[in-house]
């Protein structure tokens, strides 16, 4: 049993190796995100029966376990990630969750398509400071059609990304959409160290 789940999870970190390689601009990362900032995403986000949850970007499910194990029906999750590798290892890895292949600037019409009501919850994997302006915009803008009152956005960035001019851009960008941010404390148990930042739509 436990040589299967280090098989996996070697599977997983060589496949986000690769894609890394091969185009880091859009993974942002040259390995998965540790449990311990994974624990940290889905920190005080209960979850009851009839709330749906978003992930942008699961890339080879580093959240998408914890998601799974908090998830009281596995009908109200939706996964959209673009790269197909990492959707093929998603969907055998978690056959009970719904994954599509897709282009998180296209996320809005991606997620009506399930006919599910709007998420409670979007948790995202995204390299938001890795963007563009013009790709930060159109996601930014896609997440917040998908917003409804009460509900959640929550990301990651990255201590030594934190003050690039695109990081900060994107929080302002938020910001000006959903008031202001909360941050967690620095992650030191994350490689690299992050914050987990969250907005939260009013209304609830």
């Known amino acids: 049993m436990l040589n299967n789940l280090v098989s996996k999870k070697h599977r997983g ?12 601009l859009a993974v942002g990362a040259i ?12 920190h005080n986000l209960p979850l009851h029966s009839e709330d749906t949850i978003l992930e942008l970007g ?32 998603l969907e055998r890895e978690f056959p009970d969750l719904h994954f599509i ?3 998180a600037e296209q996320a809005f019409s991606l997620y009506q398509q399930t006919q599910l009501k709007a998420p409670s919850v979007i948790i995202s994997g995204l390299p938001f400071a ?3 302006r013009q790709v930060q915009d159109r996601i930014v803008n896609n997440i917040h059609q998908l917003m409804s009152a009460g509900s959640v ?6 201590v030594h990304a934190y003050a690039l001019p695109s990081a900060v851009r994107f929080r302002h960008t938020m910001d000006e959409l959903f008031a202001t941010h909360q941050r967690s404390q620095v ?6 160290p992050a914050y987990v930042l969250t907005w939260r739509m009013a209304g609830c």
């Open 58 to 89: 699961p890339g080879t499910g580093a959240f998408t376990h914890f998601i799974r194990a908090s998830l009281p029906n596995a009908e109200h999750y939706v996964g959209i990630e673009l790269e197909p590798r990492f959707v093929h290892l």
């Open 101 to 103: 292949t897709g282009n």
């Open 13 to 24: 970190t060589l496949s986000f190796f690769r894609e890394f390689v091969c185009n880091p």
């Open 153 to 158: 956005f929550r990301t990651f960035q990255y």
């Open 31 to 42: 390995a998965p995100s540790s449990p311990n900032l994974a624990k940290a995403m889905l």
């Open 130 to 132: 890795s963007f563009r």
């Open 187 to 192: 992650l030191f148990n994350n490689l690299p």
